[in-house]
């Protein structure tokens, strides 16, 4: 008798389940643990693959041959000639934020820095007006378009920040509108409070003063808003802050992740942008679930990343998109035994781009990833990062059915091949939305 199945994919001529390299092909078990070092090369690929999916989730997976031996269903899709793939996860966005600053792109192509016009007041600060200024419905609307696009370009689970209001009102604001677009929008978000994302400009010269309003009355509205609005209270949500010279120091940083820490946030920390402070350090020595950005980074503050639970999630379309030259370390990040997640920090400011398809052809050429590592990082890390790591980020049975149907025939075309979208069908929760 032949188990009964909502949907089978089967001929994938590459299926990468992202796996347990010796676990057997049908019905492995799922394994919660991010790749680290040489494991970030494991795609568990199968040639003639199959998945088969029940309820949302995937039931077994194998060679087409084992699996249409077991399994029967009505919807059947024939991925012959086509790479088969867990969705993307994105674990770092900016996404919800209203206005755009095409504007600050002329000045920095002119010369200017991205902290001098964040010292002049605009920058993160232009956006927050903006932000400040539209209604809910209205960041709703505009955010939508942005995940629409990410949904498109085959990310099915993200994360999403706060930090564009810095004002109790405006920041559960923010709140409400990652809540609003996870209820209505197929791609799953995690939402980030990030009430730290720069000093608003009440408080100019006043940065303690802002961090206690932070620690003493956005945090505990944020946890009631964040807690009560998920359906299932194992969720992750989490705190971010962003230390950096001119903006929130190690002291500061500390003071408002140890108290969101307390309130049960799972940490996360925006380190080493610009200037090397000792955020990385920091995000170990707390067991963040990430460290973010990593681009100047210390060779001690990498072993130690390295040896933690905490993973280094690189953004390399920031520095592309500010136009630098400097990346993330990932070879010494991988050799060292660390795992690495890549993300897009989805931004109006430093990097407007909703494709991790894109992210991933960065980091091969400047991070110089393999193909391989970079999937990993984009998928399977990457759900490790925002603590989802047991439900998504491979195709295992047990975990969402959150799948990709590549229109190429091996694997490597997704860093070779880049600015198109190689995506052709997105499968969420069993079911195709694109
Ligand atoms: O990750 N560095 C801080 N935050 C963002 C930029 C946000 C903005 O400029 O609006 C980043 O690069
Ligand atoms: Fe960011």
New binding site residues.
Partial sequence: MKQKVDLIIHSARQLLTLGEAKASPVAAGAPSHPKRGEAMSELGLIEEGAVAVSQGLVTLVGTTEEVLAQAEAEEMIDASNKIVMPGFVDP?T?LV?AGS?EDEFELRLKGAT?MEI?AAGG??MS?VRATRAATLPQLVAQSRERLDRMLAYGTTTAEAKS??GLNVDDELKMLKAIHQLDATHPIDLVPTFLGA?AVPAEFKGRTDEYVEVVVNEMLPLAEKELKGNTSDSSLPFFCDV?C?EGVFSVGQSRRILERAQELGFGLKI?AD?FKPLGGTKLAVELGAASA??LVCTTAEEIEALAKSDTIAVS?PG?PFGLGHHEYTPARQIIEAGGALALAT?L?????YCESMQFIVALACRYMRLTPAEAIVAATLNAAHAIGLGDKVGSLETGKKADILILEVSNYRHLAYHFGVNLVQRVIKDGQVVV
Avoid: S
């Fill in positions: 770092h900016h934020f600053r991205y964040m920058g993160i956006t930090g564009y994302h962003f950096e925006h942008e973010d950005h953004l920031t920090d931004n109006p400011g430093t990097c």
